[in-house]
C-alpha cells in the first residue's frame, strides 16, 4: 500500500504564492521509479490534470492554465513532490489532489485514471 499526504494548501490573495508538498510512503515503494502528479478539482467542475513530473524529474507537463506560474518538484531521497505556486489567480482555488502512477515512464500521464494512489487534497483558495 502507499499513502500520499499533502500539505501547503491555505487561504491566500491574488497574486500570493504557495507551495503544495505530497510525502509518500510505503513499504514497498521505490520513488524514484513512480512518476507523480497534481490535480485539482475546482467548486462544481470536474477534477483536471494541473502538472506531472516523470520518474527522475527529466520530464515536466503542466495544463496550459498554470504554465509559466506553477513548478512541480520532487526529491527522490525525501520521497516528496511539490508543487510551487505564483501569482496565484482567484480561479486556482481548489482541492488540489496528489497522486502517483507505478513504474517509469517516459512521458508525463496527465489523465486521472493513469494514476495509482492518491492523497485525501489540500484546499488551496485564492480571493480576490
Known amino acids: 500500500q502507499v499513502q500520499l499526504v499533502e500539505s501547503g494548501g491555505g487561504l491566500v490573495q491574488a497574486g500570493d504564492s504557495l507551495r503544495l508538498s505530497c510525502a509518500a510512503s510505503g513499504p514497498t515503494l521505490a520513488f524514484s521509479t513512480v512518476a507523480m502528479g497534481w490535480f485539482r478539482r475546482a467548486p462544481g467542475k470536474e477534477r483536471e490534470f494541473v502538472a506531472g513530473?516523470?520518474?527522475?524529474?527529466?520530464?515536466?507537463n503542466y495544463t496550459d492554465a498554470v504554465k509559466g506560474r506553477f513548478t512541480i518538484s520532487r526529491d527522490n531521497r525525501e520521497k516528496k513532490v511539490y508543487l510551487q505556486m505564483n501569482s496565484l489567480k482567484p480561479e486556482d482555488t481548489a482541492v488540489y489532489y496528489c497522486a502517483l502512477k507505478w513504474n517509469p515512464v517516459v512521458t508525463v500521464p496527465v489523465m486521472s485514471n493513469e494514476y495509482n494512489y492518491w492523497g485525501q487534497g489540500t484546499q488551496v483558495t485564492v480571493s480576490s
Open positions: 513530473i516523470t520518474w527522475n524529474g527529466g520530464r515536466t
